[in-house]
């Protein structure tokens, strides 16, 4: 599976736009990339995912370069409850594979 | 629909003890996941299972077993417990088939053990 690399953390202020970087060179053809986040010690959430084509729902955008070797999550008026530990993941599709997590970004939202 | 759903919530156990960690998922889903997360630090893999009967080792599976006999339950087993296996211990489910994405994991909200 391909590795992803993502800014250990980053600072957003209340009401602006996050902008949330993740490197996944290596990416297969097959491969999407997921995006979750997890909430203090909550379970992770999924927020959003995509394979090639911009894709946007009512928590975020993910926008994924041409040759797909990089995407950002934008979430677009980022509130105080953005706050959490953002993970970007690329997985193929089909059977048997895992699921990893890597370090992820800790986005910290303030007023 | 409760989703994914783990217990106990909380534990603490003695070392050398053992113990099973239940999840159950009501969604239908063929993958379930164990991981454990350690203070400040990311999710790690412990096992996983593509379908009842079918499990395989993620990233630190040492210290534990599992077991797949339905669709629905996934236990992760502690036999010798350990202070190193304090964590926070996370269940997921997801559906993946060949040729198709994976659709999205659902979570459970964690059992957080402290072996002492």
């Known amino acids: 599976d391909a590795k992803t690399t993502q800014p250990p953390s980053m600072d957003c202020a209340e009401g602006r736009a996050a902008n949330l970087p993740c490197n996944h060179s290596t990416i297969s053809g097959n491969e999407y990339v997921y995006w979750y986040r997890q909430i203090h010690s909550q379970g992770p959430q999924y927020i959003i995912h995509?394979?090639?084509n911009n894709e946007t729902n009512e928590m975020a955008s993910l926008i994924i370069t041409e040759d797909r070797k990089s995407s950002t999550l934008i979430l677009p008026h980022a509130t105080l409850r953005d706050t959490a530990v953002y993970y970007c993941i690329v997985r193929p599709e089909g059977y048997g594979n895992k699921l990893v997590f890597g370090a992820g970004t800790i986005l910290r939202v303030k007023s | 629909n409760a989703g994914v759903t783990q217990t106990p919530k909380f534990r603490i156990l003695k070392i050398g003890q053992s113990m099973t960690l239940q999840c159950t998922q009501d969604?239908?889903?063929?993958?379930m996941y164990w991981y454990r997360q350690d203070p400040g630090m990311g999710l790690k893999l412990i096992y996983y299972?593509?379908?009842?009967?079918?499990?395989d080792k993620g990233e630190v599976p040492n210290g534990y077993n599992v077991s797949r006999s339905t669709t629905e339950d996934f236990p992760l087993r502690l036999e010798l417990a350990a202070p190193s296996q304090t964590s926070v211990y996370f269940c997921a489910s997801s559906y993946g088939t060949a040729g198709r994405m994976n659709t999205e994991a659902f979570f459970g909200q964690g059992t957080r053990l402290t072996v002492v």
């Open positions: 969604m239908n889903h063929n993958y």
């Open positions: 995509g394979l090639k």
């Open positions: 299972s593509v379908g009842a009967g079918i499990t």
